[in-house]
């Protein structure tokens, strides 16, 4: 097994492998994610999920060239939902999901006027989700993926972190949101990385 559960912020490692397994058995309602899952699963060099609450979800990549079994580790808060906005200018036709901070849609209370955005919400499990994607993606090519968050002068590349962004959510975690959807799981959707409402 490619993963290794690690708990943080004081849950115990039983607690820790329950919310992962749990996560991945919802996700796999999607065949994407299911595959997702499975070849990440089967690979021959170690993944670290770090799992707690408090954890801001990120995946942290080798910085280096390296031979070694490990590829990095991805921080998982399981009690973490991301509030997204779904901008329907640039949106294929979805239907309109409620979020945590929205209680009724804009248009419910304002006439007729068609609202700019729509409010929902990515549950937790959508969010390791994406952060498997980064996995994905730094497995496919490490060495492009470093040269993306990295100018040659080692300072930032913001632009690169933004394409790195943008491809894993629409290759990703959109068809999966997308597949849960069919599936009947209710949640939102975000078209563009940064359309957050957090």
Request: proline share 7%; aromatic share 8%; glycine share 8%.
């Amino acid at each position: 097994m490619a993963f290794r559960i690690q708990a943080a912020n004081g849950i115990s490692g039983k607690d820790a492998l329950d919310a992962f397994s749990k996560a991945c058995k919802f996700l796999e309602k999607s065949n994407l994610a299911k595959e997702i899952i499975s070849d990440l699963r089967d690979h021959n060099k170690i993944i670290t999920i770090k799992v707690g609450p408090g954890l801001v979800d990120k995946y942290r990549h080798p910085t280096q060239p390296t031979d070694s079994a490990f590829v990095g580790t991805v921080e998982w808060d399981p009690g973490y939902a991301l509030n997204v906005v779904d901008k329907v200018k640039s949106r294929p036709q979805q239907p309109w999901v409620p979020n945590k901070k929205e209680s009724k849609p804009f248009w419910a209370c304002c006439g007729t006027r068609a609202p700019i955005n729509h409010y929902g919400t990515i549950p937790p499990e959508v969010c390791l989700m994406h952060e498997l994607g980064h996995v994905l993606q730094y497995l496919s090519n490490p060495d492009e993926f470093r040269g993306l968050f990295r100018k040659p002068d080692g300072m930032e590349n913001v632009m690169g972190k933004m394409e790195v962004e943008d491809i894993n959510t629409a290759a990703v975690e959109q068809p999966v949101i997308l597949e849960l959807r069919a599936a009947g799981v209710n949640m939102g959707i975000r078209w563009d990385y940064y359309h957050t409402a957090d």
